[in-house]
């Protein structure tokens, strides 16, 4: 059964994308901050990583921060970006520490699903 970890400042969102994916073959974690997202990828094992690219309250992009933890941990880990940010900037620099796919909010529960079922490579065009 895959793993997955979605990260997003978004309660409504992490609790009803959790409760969506009750049905399916896969398990999902959520953080809903930069310190629960690090600890998390830090001691486990996930095999997808969907986290937003921004938290509230922080400066930076703090997506950025957490796949690059995870890949220091599991660098098969398949990592993903979902943000409202949908710049060129933001792209270039997911695809530089090596962002499976780029997604541009809102992003559907289906295409969550998709990318989770599959091995993803780099994409460009976001979900």
């Not at 997955?4 to 399916?24: C, P």
């Amino acid at each position: 059964m895959k793993k997955v970890l979605l990260v997003d400042d978004n309660d409504a969102l992490l609790f009803a994308f959790k409760k969506l994916s009750m049905t399916y073959d896969f398990s999902v974690e959520t953080a809903n901050s930069l310190e629960s997202a690090l600890r998390k990828v830090s001691s486990e094992h996930y095999d997808v990583l969907i986290s937003d690219l921004n938290m509230e309250g922080l400066t930076s992009h703090e997506g950025y921060e957490i796949i690059k933890t995870a890949r220091r941990y599991n660098n098969t880990i398949r990592a993903y970006i979902w943000t409202a940010y949908d710049g060129e900037p933001e792209r270039l620099e997911a695809e530089k520490i090596g962002v499976n796919r780029f997604l541009a909010k809102p992003v559907s529960f289906q295409t969550l699903l998709s990318i989770i079922n599959e091995n993803d490579v780099f994409e460009r065009n976001s979900g």
